[in-house]
């Protein structure tokens, strides 16, 4: 009997290797590398959109359940003993082999659910061996599966004709939804659809399909799954249709999660009905904005309790047949316009550059070879900081940049999301308040909602180094914003939600980008318009067309109260002088205390306000101690700012002169025009061509390297230095030409062009 102990030894090693390779014969995904459709639902997990697998099937990511009905209907027509076998099932064993040799070939296979789910991850020929190692396998996958998630493999995998994979794929083709409310007789029809889709199909052998469905439905009510009186009215109930085509709500969102979330589902933060409400209202501004040349609209709003995104429109498309339609124009870099103007505005106060009325200069000023210029060519001699920021003059906001510090500012940008500012500072220069940087809608407003809820107390849910952390200088950049005018095309009896609106048009140079950013406690929306290509159009503002869309969009939206106002312990306080909006200096006669940013104290005291010893009359500034005079305190502007500025403050009084020596020539001339005199016929000159030419036009200055500022009947024209020579084609009639110097002295003259 010796050889007992080898057999054993050779029996227990060949029982040890089937046990390891039982062990580790499966993978933790038996489908995995299997190609996925992309998925994107909403919220709620309604169907927004999807790709099409790799490999041409509508094969839906492992599905989260199997629908109750559909889960009963399949495993009484595939595998009643389902929820008692191990994988396999040895009376069915049984019972296909005695079929199979009374029969004399395969009429029947035994599968199991379990058995036909490793099948199906295996795409192996069907022979008696691989059905041995599919039993193998299946034990093998019930020790590592529950039965739910066994079903689940199945119901994810089970063909069911054509192109369509799994069920949650076939409930979209087939139903038109998730089948969160299937119908008993529609889930007969998909369980045995699945069963053999190639030879019973939709399309044909209908009438075999229906028998076997209504079949199914009476043995699910004989065994007690349905009454007899559902069952009847299930019978009568019409066979499911063909194929219908998916849901297609956000195709620009949809793709972009087909990009960075291929073949995956993806559960997005949009709300189903606000974005088809969202997408009906830009379909019908892009068809009256598409006769206006206006070719491209896109919006997203953005949840600023949650900062997700709840609607998203790419690029408005009513027709669904344009080809430049499929640019998502809300993640394409588009040139800034204004919006960045608010956000200058609050860095400036957190940092303490200024307060919110500082007054900011707007008068002619040149950068290097940058010259910037208002949008309406005209000056104002100072501005406050909260109205630069509500009518957008050019000039107050680049010097402010300037001040402020380019390169700070362009980390602010980076750090607060805007992706594409990834430039070194030098390449956008002062002109990146203008438009100088390129953003994208998507961005833009992503970081004004995270801003709004920085300013509704959530400081905990921002991202870490988020570089706006003052609340005070949120809350004043939010104030000033509300005060913006809204557009004169916007019918504001039409509009429920007219007030309590933060918001920012911008326009880019050569009008061709439109853009507006609002923002209340609650959301924040975000606007562009314009043509992808990049042409411009003379109607294309963000006042006029972004403006108009905004409101309607934010129309769509619940009405919710304002930011709550910042407490004395998130700032301090301090006295403020009235006319300048700096901190009150000593000389300052007309002030007020304010709650300001926490860093407002490194900002300057107001250098405005000065003693003065005037004469009796007023009309001099005294000088001589022993000559008899009275102490005022006036504000006084630089020359510069005080010139243009009294022309819009009537009130302003400027610095009186000192009183004339006796031996003084009060006639004595600072500037005096060459050419042309006072009253004189000045006759353009014109090439051979007939193009105007211009005529020059030139002054003396007693002190030639003083800038001197041009001004053509009001409209600002340019600067000199040193040679004071201007070329001007004014045309035909009566001008006034106006010269004003650095120090404030100004020269007019009168001429007529013939």
Same mark, same amino acid.
């Given at each position: 009997?010796?050889?007992?102990?080898?057999?054993?030894?050779?029996?227990?090693?060949?029982?040890?290797?089937?046990?390891?390779?039982?062990?580790?014969?499966?993978?933790?995904?038996?489908?995995?590398?299997?190609?996925?459709?992309?998925?994107?639902?909403?919220?709620?997990?309604?169907?927004?959109?999807?790709?099409?697998?790799?490999?041409?099937?509508?094969?839906?990511?492992?599905?989260?359940?199997?629908?109750?009905?559909?889960?009963?209907?399949?495993?009484? %027509?595939?595998?009643?003993?389902?929820?008692?076998?191990?994988?396999?099932?040895?009376?069915?064993?049984?019972?296909?082999?005695?079929?199979?040799?009374?029969?004399?070939?395969?009429?029947?296979?035994?599968?199991?659910?379990?058995?036909?789910?490793?099948?199906?991850?295996?795409?192996?020929?069907?022979?008696?061996?691989?059905?041995?190692?599919?039993?193998?396998?299946?034990?093998?996958?019930?020790?590592?599966?529950?039965?739910?998630?066994?079903?689940?493999?199945?119901?994810?995998?089970?063909?069911?004709?054509?192109?369509?994979?799994?069920?949650?794929?076939?409930?979209?083709?087939?139903?038109?939804?998730?089948?969160?409310?299937?119908?008993?007789?529609?889930?007969?029809?998909?369980?045995?659809?699945?069963?053999?889709?190639?030879?019973?199909?939709?399309?044909?052998?209908?009438?075999?399909?229906?028998?076997?469905?209504?079949?199914?439905?009476?043995?699910?009510?004989?065994?007690?799954?349905?009454?007899?009186?559902?069952?009847?009215?299930?019978?009568?109930?019409?066979?499911?249709?063909?194929?219908?085509?998916?849901?297609?709500?956000?195709?620009?969102?949809?793709?972009?999660?087909?990009?960075?979330?291929?073949?995956?589902?993806?559960?997005?933060?949009?709300?189903?009905?606000?974005?088809?409400?969202?997408?009906?209202?830009?379909?019908?501004?892009?068809?009256?904005?598409?006769?206006?040349?206006?070719?491209?609209?896109?919006?997203?709003?953005?949840?600023?309790?949650?900062?997700?995104?709840?609607?998203?429109?790419?690029?408005?498309?009513?027709?669904?047949?344009?080809?430049?339609?499929?640019?998502?124009?809300?993640?394409?870099?588009?040139?800034?316009?204004?919006?960045?103007?608010?956000?200058?505005?609050?860095?400036?106060?957190?940092?303490?550059?200024?307060?919110?009325?500082?007054?900011?200069?707007?008068?002619?000023?040149?950068?290097?070879?940058?010259?910037?210029?208002?949008?309406?060519?005209?000056?104002?001699?100072?501005?406050?900081?909260?109205?630069?920021?509500?009518?957008?003059?050019?000039?107050?906001?680049?010097?402010?940049?300037?001040?402020?510090?380019?390169?700070?500012?362009?980390?602010?940008?980076?750090?607060?999301? %805007?992706?594409?500012?990834?430039?070194?500072?030098?390449?956008?220069?002062?002109?990146?308040?203008?438009?100088?940087?390129?953003?994208?809608?998507?961005?833009?407003?992503?970081?004004?909602?995270?801003?709004?809820?920085?300013?509704?107390?959530?400081?905990?849910?921002?991202?870490?180094?988020?570089?706006?952390?003052?609340?005070?200088?949120?809350?004043?950049?939010?104030?000033?914003?509300?005060?913006?005018?809204?557009?004169?095309?916007?019918?504001?009896?039409?509009?429920?939600?007219?007030?309590?609106?933060?918001?920012?048009?911008?326009?880019?140079?050569?009008?061709?980008?439109?853009?507006?950013?609002?923002?209340?406690?609650?959301?924040?929306?975000?606007?562009?318009?314009?043509?992808?290509?990049?042409?411009?159009?003379?109607?294309?503002?963000?006042?006029?067309?972004?403006?108009?869309?905004?409101?309607?969009?934010?129309?769509?939206?619940?009405?919710?109260?304002?930011?709550?106002?910042?407490?004395?312990?998130?700032?301090?306080?301090?006295?403020?002088?009235?006319?300048?909006?700096?901190?009150?200096?000593?000389?300052?006669?007309?002030?007020?205390?304010?709650?300001?940013?926490?860093?407002?104290?490194?900002?300057?005291?107001?250098?405005?306000?000065?003693?003065?010893?005037?004469?009796?009359?007023?009309?001099?500034?005294?000088?001589?101690?022993?000559?008899?005079?009275?102490?005022?305190?006036?504000?006084?502007?630089?020359?510069?700012?005080?010139?243009?500025?009294?022309?819009?403050?009537?009130?302003?009084?400027?610095?009186?002169?000192?009183?004339?020596?006796?031996?003084?020539?009060?006639?004595?001339?600072?500037?005096?025009?060459?050419?042309?005199?006072?009253?004189?016929?000045?006759?353009?000159?014109?090439?051979?061509?007939?193009?105007?030419?211009?005529?020059?036009?030139?002054?003396?200055?007693?002190?030639?390297?003083?800038?001197?500022?041009?001004?053509?009947?009001?409209?600002?024209?340019?600067?000199?230095?040193?040679?004071?020579?201007?070329?001007?084609?004014?045309?035909?009639?009566?001008?006034?030409?106006?010269?004003?110097?650095?120090?404030?002295?100004?020269?007019?003259?009168?001429?007529?062009?013939?």
């Amino acid at each position: 009997m010796r050889w007992r102990k080898p057999v054993f030894q050779v029996v227990g090693a060949l029982a040890a290797a089937v046990a390891l390779l039982w062990l580790v014969a499966l993978p933790d995904d038996p489908f995995g590398g299997v190609p996925c459709s992309t998925v994107v639902t909403d919220r709620h997990g309604e169907l927004l959109g999807a790709r099409i697998a790799d490999d041409g099937q509508w094969r839906f990511p492992l599905c989260d359940s199997v629908p109750r009905k559909f889960a009963v209907a399949l495993i009484e %027509f595939e595998d009643r003993t389902f929820y008692r076998h191990p994988g396999v099932s040895l009376r069915a064993v049984c019972r296909a082999a005695w079929q199979n040799l009374r029969a004399g070939r395969i009429v029947s296979g035994a599968s199991t659910l379990t058995m036909q789910v490793i099948r199906m991850s295996r795409r192996k020929p069907r022979t008696l061996w691989q059905k041995g190692v599919e039993m193998f396998l299946a034990t093998r996958l019930e020790v590592r599966c529950s039965k739910e998630d066994i079903l689940r493999l199945y119901a994810s995998h089970a063909p069911f004709g054509g192109n369509v994979v799994g069920i949650d794929a076939a409930m979209w083709r087939y139903l038109g939804n998730d089948g969160s409310d299937l119908s008993w007789a529609e889930a007969a029809t998909l369980a045995v659809l699945q069963n053999a889709p190639s030879s019973i199909h939709l399309a044909r052998n209908r009438s075999r399909l229906l028998d076997k469905r209504n079949r199914l439905l009476r043995h699910l009510a004989d065994k007690g799954y349905l009454s007899v009186e559902d069952c009847a009215l299930a019978v009568e109930e019409p066979l499911i249709g063909s194929p219908l085509p998916l849901p297609n709500h956000a195709p620009h969102l949809v793709e972009h999660y087909d990009k960075i979330r291929h073949g995956r589902k993806t559960v997005t933060s949009i709300d189903l009905a606000l974005q088809r409400q969202t997408a009906a209202c830009t379909d019908r501004w892009s068809r009256e904005l598409r006769t206006r040349g206006i070719n491209d609209l896109a919006a997203v709003i953005v949840d600023v309790a949650s900062g997700g995104v709840v609607a998203y429109c790419g690029n408005a498309d009513p027709a669904h047949l344009r080809p430049g339609a499929c640019v998502d124009i809300a993640r394409a870099p588009r040139s800034s316009g204004s919006i960045l103007k608010p956000l200058l505005y609050c860095a400036a106060l957190q940092e303490g550059t200024i307060l919110p009325r500082t007054l900011l200069p707007d008068v002619p000023l040149r950068f290097g070879n940058f010259a910037p210029q208002n949008y309406d060519r005209k000056f104002v001699g100072a501005v406050p900081a909260d109205q630069a920021l509500v009518r957008s003059p050019n000039v107050p906001n680049v010097w402010l940049l300037k001040e402020h510090g380019l390169s700070r500012f362009v980390g602010q940008l980076r750090k607060a999301g %805007f992706t594409t500012v990834d430039s070194r500072a030098e390449r956008y220069g002062l002109t990146l308040i203008l438009g100088g940087a390129e953003v994208t809608l998507a961005d833009a407003t992503g970081v004004y909602a995270a801003l709004a809820a920085f300013c509704n107390g959530s400081h905990g849910e921002l991202p870490a180094g988020f570089p706006f952390f003052d609340r005070v200088a949120v809350y004043e950049m939010f104030e000033a914003m509300k005060c913006v005018d809204r557009p004169d095309e916007l019918d504001m009896r039409m509009v429920t939600s007219v007030t309590d609106i933060a918001w920012k048009t911008g326009t880019s140079y050569g009008s061709r980008d439109a853009w507006a950013v609002g923002v209340t406690p609650q959301y924040a929306v975000g606007v562009w318009a314009g043509n992808a290509e990049g042409q411009g159009s003379p109607d294309l503002t963000g006042t006029r067309v972004a403006g108009p869309v905004l409101f309607d969009l934010f129309d769509l939206l619940p009405r919710g109260g304002w930011f709550p106002a910042p407490t004395a312990g998130e700032g301090v306080s301090a006295s403020v002088c009235r006319q300048s909006g700096m901190l009150a200096g000593p000389d300052c006669t007309d002030t007020l205390r304010l709650l300001l940013p926490s860093n407002a104290m490194r900002s300057r005291v107001c250098p405005y306000h000065r003693q003065v010893r005037l004469s009796a009359d007023g009309r001099y500034r005294v000088e001589d101690p022993g000559e008899p005079a009275r102490t005022v305190s006036m504000f006084i502007l630089p020359p510069a700012m005080a010139w243009y500025y009294k022309q819009q403050h009537p009130e302003y009084a400027p610095l009186p002169p000192l009183r004339p020596a006796a031996d003084v020539d009060e006639r004595f001339e600072i500037m005096r025009f060459i050419y042309p005199s006072q009253g004189s016929v000045v006759s353009i000159p014109r090439h051979l061509d007939g193009e105007v030419r211009g005529a020059t036009f030139t002054l003396a200055h007693v002190a030639p390297s003083k800038t001197v500022f041009w001004h053509l009947d009001g409209e600002y024209l340019g600067t000199t230095c040193d040679l004071h020579k201007f070329r001007i084609a004014p045309p035909p009639g009566i001008h006034r030409l106006t010269v004003v110097d650095e120090d404030g002295n100004t020269l007019s003259v009168e001429f007529r062009v013939v």
